[in-house]
């Protein structure tokens, strides 16, 4: 069963966090980790947000983001 849709609020901010299955590691080098930088930059210019705060680990990555008139779920 699906979850509920998140209510999208005007510059709130969200902890996501993106996991690999069976926390298998999403990272397998330093080129992996540039390119989703690149991806986090482009969304942030395409999408309006602010990244506040980012780690990347190897087999998982937290973001605080700051979302601006786009919901978080694009």
């Known amino acids: ?3 509920r849709a998140r209510t999208h609020f005007f ?3 969200y902890h996501v ?3 690999g299955n069976y926390r298998q590691d ?3 080098c330093d ?3 540039r390119r989703f930088c690149e991806c986090l930059s482009n969304a ?3 999408f309006g947000c602010k990244i506040h705060l980012f780690c ?3 087999n998982h ?3 605080v983001i700051e979302v601006g008139y786009v919901p978080l779920a694009k």
């Open 26 to 28: 999403i990272f397998f």
């Open 1 to 3: 069963m699906p979850r």
């Open 44 to 46: 942030r210019d395409t």
């Open 61 to 63: 990555v937290h973001i």
């Open 11 to 13: 510059q709130a901010f």
């Open 31 to 33: 080129a992996d980790r």
């Open 17 to 19: 966090m993106l996991r």
């Open 56 to 58: 990347l680990m190897n």
